[in-house]
């Protein structure tokens, strides 16, 4: 594990990390899974955390083996109308919904010359960090539609680290999701988990929440 003194930036997750829209996800796709029919179950809410929304629609649709019985334009009906719904959801968030700690966190690295990005599978992140006002911490988002695979491959926190035009070894990516952190560990960079360290195992830092989450832990972490 490298240094601190190596590394030269972070790469975000925004659902959970950031802010807890995790929950305006799963109330979106609920309400599209009760439209459906579709028993709404804990698997399904915890399956659809960290991945894309056609990944998430395909994870809903094929746990009642109902996948083919749409064509392809009706799945992008339907992940447009869950996105609609999503939409109206953040679009209640304020600079108060940012996670306890987070914004200390983000003045800590930006006071330390930290560069940070953005490295989220919603396609919503830039509005979603104007509501949240703190847009200006993050020199780049990556934008999911432009990487070829969604976590759990590296492509994600690959471009994060692009972005910051850093060899990813020396940045850290932060993570709430065990697809996440497989999509950091793929890429090469270190990873954080915030949350349950079963679920985060393969994380190579754990906190149980993003209250617990200093600069000066994650740096203690490295330098041992």
Do not use: C
């Not at 509501?131 to 695979?149: C, H, Q, T």
């Amino acid at each position: 594990m490298k240094h601190f003194d190596d590394i030269k930036g972070f790469a975000f997750d925004l659902d959970g990390v950031l802010a807890d829209t995790a929950k305006f996800h799963s109330q979106a796709w609920q309400q599209i899974a009760e439209e459906l029919k579709i028993p709404w179950t804990p698997e399904l809410e915890s399956g659809i955390k960290g991945i894309d929304r056609m990944s998430s629609l395909m994870l809903i649709l094929n746990s009642a083996g109902v996948a083919d019985n749409y064509t392809e334009e009706q799945k992008e009906a339907l992940a447009k109308r869950k996105n609609d719904h999503y939409q109206e959801l953040i679009g209640t968030l304020t600079p108060d919904d940012v996670l306890p700690g987070m914004r200390k966190f983000l003045d800590e690295l930006k006071a330390n010359h930290l560069s940070m990005s953005i490295a989220s599978a919603s396609k919503n992140a830039p509005f979603i960090l104007e509501k949240l006002a703190i847009s200006d911490y993050f020199v780049g988002v990556v934008d999911p539609s432009k990487v070829k695979e969604g976590k759990p491959a590296p492509d994600i926190f690959a471009e994060a680290a692009k972005i910051l035009n850093a060899d990813p070894t020396t940045v850290i990516g932060l993570e709430d999701s065990a697809a996440g952190i497989a999509s950091i560990n793929a890429a090469d960079e270190i990873s954080v988990g915030i949350g349950d360290k079963g679920l985060l195992h393969e994380a190579k830092i754990n906190f149980p929440s993003t209250a617990d989450v200093t600069l000066a832990k994650v740096r203690a972490h490295l330098n041992w």
